[in-house]
């Protein structure tokens, strides 16, 4: 990789963020283009809450359960590919498959009557549904290691933690953000459900749009929630060519 390849990402990081911002920012002022998309409604801009706010909203809800997705698949992850937790590597495998073959409508359903309506719920379902790529990447990320090396660190005298943190983990990070990336970017889609059970989301424009047969409003929560998975992609390919990066410097 060049380092003028390296340098130009920033940049196109930069413009998707600041593209989200502006559409978010200027979309009550799109009166025109929305009247013409739905010329039949008097009310072609949702204003039951502001895009800005039902925004952050989205993004609290999928960073948070992605952040806890993250954290439960690398740890699970790791444990089956130590001796310890070898034995259960068919059992979590199939556990995380089965989570997101759920269909997240279902699973809050099942989640409503125990968790309430709001938040909680909503976070249970994406925990679940985002679980599977970051297992699976990491069981792959660890197993992908080639013996000579694991066996070069062990000669070097490493403790097991130290083989872990040193040399396993360094190793395998881009294949773990992959998965950790791949369960983010399908969660900010699959959280517009949320709305369904009470959770504030850039889904509350497409449900309101839906019931109310007004294409405008379904347009406009779309639109938001397109340009938040682009950034965020565009956050991670980043980072993964940093890391890839840094791996050639080694």
């Known amino acids: 990789m060049t380092t003028a390849s390296t340098r130009q990402w920033p940049v196109a990081l930069l413009l998707s963020l600041t593209l989200l911002l502006l559409v978010t920012l200027s979309l009550p002022h799109w009166q025109g283009l929305f ?10 801009i949702y204003n039951r809450d502001g895009f800005f706010t039902l925004l952050g909203s989205h993004l609290l809800l999928v960073l948070s359960s992605g952040l806890a997705a993250s954290l439960t698949g690398i740890g699970l992850g790791l444990w089956v590919t130590r001796d310890s937790g070898r034995d259960f590597l068919p059992l979590v495998s199939t556990l995380a498959s089965v989570g997101q ?3 997240p409508v279902a699973v809050l359903a099942l989640a409503v009557p125990a968790l309430g ?3 909680k719920p909503a ?9 599977l790529p970051v297992v699976r990447n990491t069981i792959a990320g660890i197993q ?18 130290q083989q872990l943190w ?19 970017i399908i969660n900010v889609a699959t959280a517009t459900i949320g709305s369904t059970i009470g959770a ?13 047969f ?32 840094a791996a050639e410097g080694y």
């Open 117 to 119: 309506f709001g938040f």
């Open 101 to 103: 073959t759920f269909p």
């Open 214 to 245: 007004n294409l405008a409003y379904v347009v406009q929560g779309a639109l938001l929630v397109g340009l938040l998975a682009i950034s965020l992609d565009s956050l991670f390919d980043y980072l993964g060519r940093r890391l890839y990066s």
């Open 144 to 161: 992908g290691i080639a013996p000579a090396v694991q066996e070069a660190a062990q000669a070097m005298g490493m403790t097991p933690w």
């Open 35 to 44: 009247h013409w998309l739905q010329p039949v409604s008097k009310q072609v």
């Open 123 to 131: 976070f249970f379902s994406l925990l679940l549904y985002g679980l």
């Open 200 to 212: 504030r989301t850039l889904g509350d424009p497409i449900i309101a749009g839906l019931i109310n």
């Open 166 to 184: 040193q040399v396993e983990l360094p190793m395998a990070a881009s294949v773990i953000l992959a998965g950790v990336r791949t369960s983010l």
